[in-house]
């Protein structure tokens, strides 16, 4: 069965620190990888995704920036972080090729900019 | 532009009584629905989804949807709620009308309350 490992936990970083979350997918291969956030209390945003090995697309413009150095790899880094960051960050993955897949979802980094 | 809502953020219901928690999307084609919940400090989990074929849809946890094309909707329901369903609820939404990749729309959730 497939399973998705995201880490770590939590996570409480000073201003201008860097970050790496990473998130790995085993049991299936060529997966679609995507970074969501949550801020306090809103909905779900697209960070980025990717659809394969280096390949990554950007949703929105910020301080944050996303890699897959391996099928099952997703990593989301930044330089210098900003409290702005702070959030709960979400790894998922979906089947590929055609068609409506369904999301699978880590288990989530609650990340505290200080 | 495909758009899913959910106009409830917060809901409160009696512990036992019935749950009904809305979503409408909008679309050109025929969608494919999802609802997940996420509980506190976690990720989010599957509950049910709609692909194609009975309009009713079972879910784990006792959930269950239905999908309503005449009114664009995929209304979540419980006959009985438990303390433990206190969570936050999404809709997402996808269709197969195009080629290639494509990503699921996701709801802004709604959050349930549980009273005892």
């Known amino acids: 069965s497939q399973t998705i490992h995201q880490w770590p936990a939590t996570l409480v970083q000073p201003v201008g620190s860097p970050l790496s979350l990473e998130c790995t997918v085993e049991?299936?291969?060529?997966?679609?990888l995507y970074w969501y956030r949550q801020a306090a209390g809103r909905g779900l945003q697209l960070l980025f995704y990717?659809?394969?090995?280096?390949?990554i697309s950007s949703e929105v413009p910020q301080n944050l920036s996303a890699s897959r150095p391996q099928d099952r790899q997703f990593i989301l880094s930044s330089k210098k972080l900003l409290l702005s960051d702070s959030g709960f960050y979400l790894c998922?993955?979906?089947?590929?090729?055609?068609?409506?897949?369904?999301?699978?979802f880590g288990s989530g980094t609650r990340l505290t900019v200080v | 532009a495909q758009s899913v809502t959910q106009p409830d953020i917060h809901i409160t219901v009696s512990e036992g009584a019935s749950l009904e928690l809305r979503c409408n999307y909008s679309?050109?084609?025929?969608?494919?629905l999802f609802w997940y919940v996420q509980s506190p400090g976690q990720g989010l989990q599957l509950l049910l989804k709609?692909?194609?074929?009975?309009?009713l849809v079972q879910g784990i946890k006792g959930f269950e949807a239905e999908f309503k094309r005449s009114q664009s909707s995929f209304n979540l329901r419980k006959p009985s709620v438990h303390w433990s369903d206190a969570a936050e609820y999404f809709c997402?939404?996808?269709?197969?009308?195009?080629?290639?990749?494509?990503?699921?729309?996701f709801g802004t959730g709604t959050r349930l309350l549980v009273s005892p």
């Open positions: 049991g299936t291969s060529n997966p679609n």
């Open positions: 990717s659809v394969g090995i280096g390949q």
């Open positions: 679309y050109g084609a025929t969608p494919y």
């Open positions: 709609y692909f194609s074929g009975d309009t």
């Open positions: 997402a939404v996808g269709s197969d009308a195009y080629t290639g990749f494509q990503k699921l729309v």
């Open positions: 998922a993955w979906s089947r590929s090729g055609q068609g409506v897949h369904g999301y699978t």
